[in-house]
């Protein structure tokens, strides 16, 4: 396999012809109040075997200029103008503008010269279809396949996507894979008809990043196989300085810079490309308000202490002998890949779930230390006081009824702590706490963004002054840029009010810029605790080894997910 | 999944025992029984029976015991001699009545159930993709209509313009010399020529609602991103719309047959009162009216245990059209 920095291709300073250009796509979706230019004026090329990387964060028009390519933009976007010059393996040329989108012609593209793979594995395949059924389908419609040869095919696919036990799988469903191998079998079928240009549109995102790492090495693999060209979307700057050739950056349906991958890490002319990659490059380290702030005294005492906690459902031990602590004004990172409890063990802190077994250690600001694992009562009811937690989706988590001076106040109202006026005066100050005008008081969440909304939850788990904050994935849904604003907020508001925070994620550069000490679960376990930049660079659990090197590092020159560790475990 | 058939039939016998001794206690709880209503319709015609042979008939009918033991015969009687009792007002074994009116009303509720379907998925897979279009704006109002029209003024203004305008006899299943002669393929025609009115309209306000229905679900499907990708695959829109977004859209339709069943038996009285259908509604109507307890609870009985079967059938059915479905 060769390596991915020096790739043949790109050294050599004649290209074959390009697989595809595009000159001046403008794709409209007319809306109630005018038009939505969501691509607008995008040119670029892609040649074979390259992989063109097209960035941007959300609304900015790279999953419908890739949509544009294939005709199968959702209603009611279309196509205004523009060429898509594609070039088939025989050296004719076609303009898949002027194909239409319902056209045999068109159709006869689609899945065979230009294949697909979607973001979402699970919801992208039929539920009610075998996996089989659905790759089978696309070998006889495109090259005529008898039932068997197509069936003996799709196993060949399989294997090829390295999907275990091939002739079993192929008569499952979607809904008996893990995400990595529902995305395999996507690859499978997207790969049946061995198509000269595959789009493939965040295809990683929904994955952990261990899963991310294997899939990123399958596509690079089977592009140096059949020599396809891709055009790969993605968010994540750290992907694209992993596979890209060429970079493509888009804003608001814009194209801002395109070029060599190396010129748009290196030496990006473009402001919002810049911003882009330092709001990337700033999470390879701590953040400048913890790194100027002195460390928190090892002596003081803790104001979480958990030991040995265990949550079961069922016969699944969700959350297995779990022990850390956390000290006030201390930021306490839980890092791991879904599956692995780090959900479950946030949700015990609170007591939205009740765990089978262990102690919850919370001392007071008095003084007193109680067990959360057994307070109920009045107890319980001072406990979800002082110890809130912040909820991952920021569209899902706001009542869509109610304003956000209601949403915002409403802890304070349950609790009886203030009303009327005081009431008001309150909402008022934590809106300027979080960075939102309190004229905006009267407002309902749909009216604000994905950022200003997290902002909303952070100011409603802040109202009544708790002591610690469990914040489960808090930024995840938010783009890069964004992102860094409610992490900054965060540490604002612990060093103002002293918090405690317990800070669930998968994603390492916002632990690294944000955590003070750094907790690795696997499997319900917590398998390794420690200062948060030694866990990072020099991890000692096989496992944390194998999670930090999957993790693509947003530079170019430092390609090497497919050089990573990896972590079986020891039964 | 057989382990599980096995589980739901055996959990069926005490159900069915609940429900038929609540029928029966329902049935009597009407003050007077059988006999008062059987005096009371005489006297209306001035016809009086007096009081000595009021008991006697209460006491031929075993009227005058208590309700439990009453209970009890009935039941030993069904449980041992496959016997529900004889109706009081028909002076027949209840068994015979219910079963000669089953045959026809299973034709009539097959047909319109076959009817309904055949026209109202179509119409709402196209009133679902061609959402908001004049198609749909029709196809909507017209469905509407057939929602708010009641099923009896329907009936109504068919059977006036089938009399008038086709000069067609409108009443019943079957014109007067078939009335009861044997089953002979003249017999069908006939049969079929008196079945289209009560299809009609029993289809009309079963279809609106379908179509509605229809259209709902698949506009929740037709926007998934398995959508997106049988299209980026290079299938036609038709294949694909069938094959995916209509599959999974038809599911919830499965459901339906729970419900099916039961409406076998009580569905759709009040156009067989209307157009006089010889099928098991009416027979069911005028049981409970005149206190007939025997045959009224035997069909309730039919009803209960069509409900259990039909949830059961939809049950196994949903568990083999969609996978993600398991029974254990």
């Keep these: 396999m060769s390596e991915t920095g020096q790739n043949p291709n790109k050294s050599a300073k004649t290209r074959a012809e390009p697989v595809l250009e595009v000159r001046d796509l403008v794709t409209h979706f007319p809306v109630r109040t005018g038009v939505v230019k969501a691509v607008d004026g995008v040119s670029f090329k892609v040649y074979p075997g390259q992989t063109l990387c097209i960035v941007g964060e959300s609304g900015s028009g790279k999953s419908v200029t890739a949509r544009s390519i294939l005709q199968i933009v959702d209603a009611p976007g279309r196509i205004v103008s523009g060429q898509m010059i594609f070039r088939r393996a025989d050296g004719s040329t076609v303009d898949l503008v002027k194909l239409g989108d319902r056209g045999r012609e068109i159709r006869r593209i689609r899945g065979n010269d230009i294949a697909m793979i979607f973001q979402e594995p699970m919801s992208s395949l039929s539920p009610v279809h075998t996996i089989g059924d659905q790759i089978i389908e696309v070998l006889r419609l495109h090259l005529g396949l008898s039932k068997t040869a197509a069936r003996a095919r799709a196993i060949e696919l399989l294997a090829e996507v390295e999907i275990p036990t091939p002739e079993k799988a192929i008569d499952r469903y979607t809904f008996e894979f893990s995400g990595g191998m529902r995305q395999r079998a996507m690859i499978a079928m997207s790969l049946a008809c061995d198509p000269r240009l595959l789009i493939a549109d965040e295809p990683t995102t929904a994955l952990d990043v261990t899963t991310q790492a294997e899939v990123l090495d399958l596509i690079k693999r089977l592009q140096d196989r059949h020599g396809s060209a891709v055009i790969f979307i993605t968010h994540d700057m750290g992907v694209v300085a992993e596979i890209a050739d060429d970079v493509l950056v888009m804003y608001r349906g814009r194209v801002m810079e395109q070029g060599n991958v190396d010129t748009i890490f290196h030496h990006p002319s473009d402001d919002y490309t810049r911003g882009l990659i330092d709001s990337v490059t700033r999470l390879q380290r701590r953040s400048d308000l913890r790194a100027a702030r002195a460390p928190v005294p090892a002596d003081r005492p803790p104001v979480l202490e958990v030991k040995n906690l265990s949550m079961d459902f069922e016969a699944l031990r969700a959350v297995n002998d779990v022990s850390f602590e956390v000290r006030p004004g201390e930021t306490l990172g839980i890092v791991g890949e879904s599956g692995s409890g780090k959900t479950t063990m946030g949700r015990c802190i609170v007591r939205l779930l009740d765990p089978t077994s262990g102690e919850i250690r919370y001392r007071k600001p008095d003084g007193e230390v109680i067990d959360l694992v057994t307070a109920h009562g009045p107890a319980l009811k001072d406990m979800r006081r002082e110890v809130r937690m912040i909820f991952q989706d920021p569209f899902g988590s706001l009542n869509p009824r109610m304003t956000v001076a209601q949403i915002i106040g409403e802890p304070l109202l349950v609790n009886g702590i203030a009303r009327g006026r005081e009431l008001d005066e309150r909402v008022s100050h934590l809106m300027e706490q979080v960075g939102l005008e309190p004229a905006w008081r009267e407002r309902y969440p749909h009216a604000f963004s994905g950022g200003q909304r997290q902002r909303i939850g952070v100011a409603r788990a802040v109202a009544l002054q708790p002591k610690v904050i469990v914040a489960d994935e808090a930024t995840s849904a938010l783009d890069a840029s964004l992102r860094f604003q409610v992490l900054d907020l965060l540490l604002k508001l612990q060093d103002e009010l002293g918090l405690a925070y317990v800070f669930i994620s998968h994603d390492i550069g916002v632990i690294r810029y944000l955590c003070d000490r750094v907790g690795v679960m696997y499997r319900g376990k917590l398998v390794e605790v420690g200062e948060t930049e030694q866990v990072v660079t020099a991890p000692n659990h096989a496992y944390t080894k194998a999670l930090i090197s999957a993790v693509p590092w947003p530079d170019p020159n430092r390609r090497g997910i497919h050089k990573r560790h990896r972590y079986v475990e020891q039964v | ?328």
């Design chain 2, 1 to 328: 999944m057989l382990r599980f058939i096995f589980k739901r039939v055996l959990w069926m016998i005490p159900a069915l025992f609940a429900v038929s001794f609540l029928a029966f206690v329902l049935i009597q709880l009407p003050p007077g029984d059988f006999v008062t209503n059987y005096v009371a319709t005489l006297a209306a015609s001035n016809e009086i029976i007096d009081q000595n042979a009021a008991d006697a008939l209460r006491e031929r009918f075993g009227l005058g015991e208590p309700m439990l033991l009453q209970y009890g015969k009935w039941i030993w009687g069904i449980l041992v001699h496959g016997d529900f009792g004889t109706s009081f007002e028909w002076q027949q074994p209840v068994g015979d009545l219910v079963w000669e009116r089953m045959a026809l009303t299973l034709t009539l509720t097959l047909s319109t159930l076959v009817a309904t379907w055949a026209i109202a998925l179509p119409i709402g897979i196209f009133s679902a993709v061609r959402k908001y279009t004049i198609g749909d704006y029709i196809v909507t109002s017209i469905s509407f209509f057939g929602l708010a029209i009641p099923s009896f003024l329907l009936a109504l203004v068919l059977m006036y313009i089938a009399v008038v305008i086709f000069g067609q006899d409108v009443s019943g299943l079957f014109s007067d010399e078939y009335q009861n002669a044997p089953w002979t393929w003249a017999k069908v025609a006939d049969l079929i020529h008196h079945l289209w009115i009560p299809v009609i309209i029993l289809a009309v306000s079963g279809t609106a609602s379908l179509i509605r229905v229809m259209r709902a679900n698949l506009l929740d499907e037709l926007n998934k991103p398995y959508v997106t990708t049988a299209r980026a695959k290079g299938l036609s829109e038709f294949r694909l719309l069938m094959k995916y977004p209509v599959r999974i859209a038809l599911n919830p339709f499965i459901s339906t047959i729970a419900w099916l069943l039961p409406n076998l038996v009580s569905g759709s009285i009040v156009v067989a009162v209307v157009l006089n259908l010889p099928t098991a509604a009416p027979l069911l109507l005028q049981s409970l009216l005149a206190q007939d307890m025997y045959l009224a609870g035997a069909f309730v009985l039919l009803i209960c245990t069509l409900t259990l079967i039909g949830s059961l059938v939809s049950d196994i059915l949903l568990a083999i059209a969609d996978p993600r479905i398991r029974l254990e």
